[in-house]
């Protein structure tokens, strides 16, 4: 709701605790509901081709705009993509072992932290950060003497 009122900043993103501790599921968890939070706020599009104004003609009395693959082609396209919240009918994600939303955010979490390769930075932007921290740990006396 704040996001549709304009707020563009999410604070608390995987904090538990009052903010004292993180939690990587919980920040992942966080990730889908603001992806979800994103897509709202891209609004609706209205055109000629979401309005379906040819179908709404076509459709009798005794017939539904459900049934039409018009209708599912928009839904597919217009729908956002929760890639952990499952939202498939109990028996099918009880026989895929029915975990919780937390345990897949977790399982998610844990690929990450070990799959993801950080992009060292430009040699100029590392070197400009060194001097900065030189300069800190100088004016602080804490720096280390390099023989």
């Known amino acids: 709701m704040p996001a ?4 563009n900043q999410i604070y608390g993103a995987g904090m538990i605790e009052s903010g004292v501790t993180i939690d990587y599921a919980v920040l992942v968890m966080d990730n889908e509901i603001a992806r979800m939070c994103k897509y709202v706020i891209g609004g609706i599009p209205v055109n000629d081709a979401t309005l379906m104004v040819d179908e709404i003609h076509a459709v ?7 049934s039409r693959k018009s209708t ?3 839904m597919r396209a217009h729908q956002s993509r929760a ?9 099918e994600w009880l ?3 029915g975990t919780d939303l937390y345990h897949r955010c977790n399982e998610k979490a844990k690929e ?7 992009e060292p930075l430009p ?3 590392a070197a400009e950060i ?6 800190v740990e100088k004016k602080a006396g804490v720096a280390l003497s390099v023989a």
């Not at 009798?60 to 459900?66: A, Q």
């Not at 932290?113 to 950080?118: D, F, L, P, T, Y």
């Not at 060194?130 to 300069?135: L, Y």
Request: glycine share 8%; hydrophobic share 35%; no cysteine.
């Open 72 to 74: 599912r082609d928009n």
């Open 130 to 135: 060194r001097a900065i921290v030189n300069e």
């Open 4 to 7: 549709l009122g304009g707020a």
């Open 112 to 118: 990450v932290v070990e799959s993801h390769k950080v």
């Open 123 to 125: 040699s100029d932007v």
């Open 83 to 91: 890639e952990l919240i499952d939202r498939r009918v109990r028996e």
């Open 95 to 97: 026989m895929d072992g």
């Open 60 to 66: 009798s009395s005794k017939e539904d705009f459900l």
